[in-house]
């Protein structure tokens, strides 16, 4: 089926660096997600995206978060500055109209 | 309270036998996402449902919007069935349930 990538698997940073999380969406994809997972944990919508713009952001989704996808290429979310319980995985996920939701495998991030 | 309620929590299976999970709801959901999640945290689009029924293969899956729940019904439960399975509700920004742990064994 349709695949979205994440780039890296897993990043380690320590606490107050930055960090940019890559993902490469479904290509005819038009709406563009991202959900963190806490070990053990269900998924958390943090963000949507479409036309260039955020549609909806979650409690989550801190002032230390943005995400942006310049003229089409990666989806990315970026962390400044990181803090420990920003540790979780982030999955990206892509869709073409609002239904079927296609997920990367996640970045895991470890932030010490 | 959660406002997606996934049972059971962890299952287990032997080869080849039936079963079903289930996923009630405390939000209005007028649409419903079924997901495997293998071992390794990949996560698999199973279903999307408007109110109604799907299958595919040896799933099963349905969604009553006025009762509030979804099921997923596995038929000849295979070892590659293993995982976590999510339901998730919501248009645009969907609520995930906390998932059913499935094993399967031989």
């Known amino acids: 089926g349709p695949k979205v990538l994440q780039i890296p698997s897993h990043q380690i940073i320590d606490m107050g660096q930055m960090v940019t999380l890559n993902c490469d969406p479904v290509?005819?994809?038009?709406?563009f997600y991202w959900y963190k997972q806490i070990l053990g944990q269900q998924m958390e919508f943090l963000v949507n995206?479409?036309?260039?713009?955020?549609?909806?952001k979650s409690k989550l989704f801190k002032d230390q978060f943005s995400v942006e996808r310049p003229d089409g290429s990666y989806f990315t979310l970026k962390i400044q500055p990181t803090a420990l319980e920003d540790s979780a995985v982030y999955f990206c996920?892509?869709?073409?109209?609002?239904?079927?939701?296609?997920f990367g495998a996640g970045t895991r991030l470890s932030v010490l | 309270g959660d406002k997606v309620k996934q049972s059971p929590s962890a299952l287990s299976l032997q080869e080849g036998t039936n079963s079903a999970l289930r996923c009630n709801f405390s939000?209005?959901?007028?649409?419903v996402q079924w997901f495997l999640q293998n071992p390794r945290g990949s996560l698999m689009n199973l279903f999307y449902?408007?109110?109604g029924t799907k299958e595919n293969g040896r799933l099963k899956s349905a969604f009553d919007s006025k009762e509030s729940y979804s099921t997923l019904h596995i038929r000849d439960a295979q070892l590659e069935d293993s995982g976590t399975y999510f339901c998730?509700?919501?248009?645009?920004?969907?609520?995930f349930g906390k998932g059913t742990v499935l094993l399967v064994s031989p």
């Open positions: 290509s005819n994809h038009l709406y």
């Open positions: 995206f479409y036309n260039g713009k955020v549609m909806e």
């Open positions: 998730a509700a919501g248009y645009n920004k969907l609520t």
């Open positions: 449902l408007v109110p």
């Open positions: 939000i209005a959901a007028t649409t």
């Open positions: 996920a892509s869709s073409y109209f609002q239904n079927t939701l296609y």
